[in-house]
């Protein structure tokens, strides 16, 4: 069969590695790719953007594409699945109407309020003075969000009412994250601990990935400005078994149910970024409506089963009979990032020094994201470069593994966090 994946991050380059496993995938287009996807066996890169819906469905069609995986959220909310469908061509992922619960921090709060989901207070206002007042009457630290997309970095968590004001009226104004931020969702901090929860869902039936634990603050110690993810782990080792369910039951299976009930089927990757309190009781924090990044990446490495194979009973809603085989081991991903990121612009086409495929081996995998090629060599091209992926017996281990892939790399003002995997090796594990 023949694939396509649509986007050219991370998460795209971990997905094209895995179909490039499947013994029933024989070629795999990556639209546009990066200067990884390009190097794998089976794959080759197209020049289409990911939001190029007209290109990507006349390519499609025109070379038979028996599966398409769509990674970048903006493809998605933009109706990507609704054309496919209305042309009959298989794609893994959810329709504009569903898809608005990521394209939405609004309508995501709505949804889980109308169906009992479990997530902090908080009030949506698109006037800076309603917003002003709800702050002042709100304890503090907040968090404050962009209703729209803004790549991952459109949440803010104000430690005062001074932050949460000037924040509020920097995102209202159109001064921080253009139109994304002309509503805003106001939110109440919730103290305790983050884990992603990734599933496959076809409708009715929810297989879930993995889980997770993506670091999301630039600097060692979850310190300084939200990024897309400066690296993740998986397995979790704060969701036990007991956890896991309560997940399922109180946010995966009533948000799967809800949009069952309201007409829209969900199909696709969905991802629940929940906060566990205290108690041991999960919070949504965002939907996300496609495989995470950087999570995708160590839990991808993890997987053992046929990712194509899935997709395509997801589309048969065939889901329930499926399972996922996982290497027991830990696996861990070590973003390398471009100085400047994610507050400032990125300097692009920096050869990287280091990479060659001698670095990798079973256990260990560099996934490219900002990457091109530039005179035959690889260039830097975007915030998030590289992460430096491997497995291990245990989380140390697999951060050890990692690190050393890491310091075989660099090119001028790259940067990482030193720590990825801290919370669990701290819980000695």
């Excluded at 007209?54 to 390519?59: I, Q, S, T, V, Y």
């Excluded at 699945?81 to 619960?101: E, M, N």
């Excluded at 889901?319 to 996922?324: A, K, P, S």
């Amino acid at each position: 069969m023949r694939v396509l994946v649509v986007g050219g991050g991370g998460r795209e380059h971990a997905l094209t590695w895995k179909l490039c496993q499947s013994a029933r995938v024989s070629q795999v287009f990556v639209a546009p790719g990066n200067a990884g996807t390009a190097a794998e066996p089976k794959a080759s890169n197209i020049e289409i953007g990911a939001e190029d819906i007209a290109k990507l469905l006349e390519f499609a069609k025109q070379e038979k594409i028996d599966l398409t995986l769509v990674g970048p959220e903006a493809a998605l909310v933009a109706g990507i699945v609704d054309q496919f469908d209305d042309q009959r061509l298989p794609i893994f992922g959810p329709v504009a109407a569903t898809a608005r619960l990521e394209g939405s921090k609004a309508f995501a709060k709505q949804f889980m309020q109308k169906h009992g989901i479990p997530t902090a207070g908080y009030g949506v206002f698109s006037d800076y003075t309603e917003a002003r007042d709800y702050i002042e009457s709100r304890p503090a630290p907040m968090v404050v969000k962009a209703d729209g997309l803004a790549a991952g970095k459109g949440v803010i968590i104000a430690q005062d009412h001074a932050q949460a004001i000037d924040t509020a009226q920097q995102m209202l104004s159109g001064e921080r994250f253009g139109d994304a931020g002309r509503s805003i969702v106001v939110e109440d901090f919730i103290e305790g601990e983050e884990a992603s929860f990734i599933c496959m869902v076809d409708g009715q039936n929810v297989l879930s990935m993995a889980t997770s634990q993506d670091h999301k603050k630039r600097d060692v110690g979850d310190a300084g400005p939200n990024t897309g993810g400066m690296g993740a782990y998986s397995p979790a080792p704060i969701v036990d078994e007991a956890l896991h369910q309560r997940i399922l039951e109180k946010i995966i299976y009533p948000t799967v149910h809800g949009f069952a009930e309201q007409g829209s089927p969900y199909i696709g990757f969905l991802y629940a970024g929940v906060m566990i309190d205290a108690q041991a009781d999960p919070h949504v924090l965002e939907f996300n409506c496609r495989f995470g990044d950087p999570e995708a990446q160590p839990i991808l490495m993890r997987m053992q089963s046929d990712l194509a194979e899935l997709c395509l009973a997801a589309l048969d809603r065939q889901l329930d009979q499926h399972t996922i085989q996982w290497d027991t081991r830990t696996a861990l991903g070590v973003v390398l990032a471009a100085g400047g990121y994610p507050l400032d612009a990125c300097e692009k086409g920096a050869p990287i020094q280091g990479l060659s495929r001698s670095l990798e081996t079973p256990t260990r995998k560099v996934f490219h994201a900002g990457t091109r090629e530039g005179n035959g060599e690889v260039v830097t091209n975007g915030g998030r470069v590289l992460c430096a992926t491997a497995l291990g017996d245990t989380v140390r281990e697999a951060q050890q593994h990692a690190y050393d892939l890491v310091k075989k790399i660099s090119w001028p003002q790259m940067f990482y966090r030193t720590d990825i995997g801290y919370r669990a090796i701290d819980d000695h594990r």
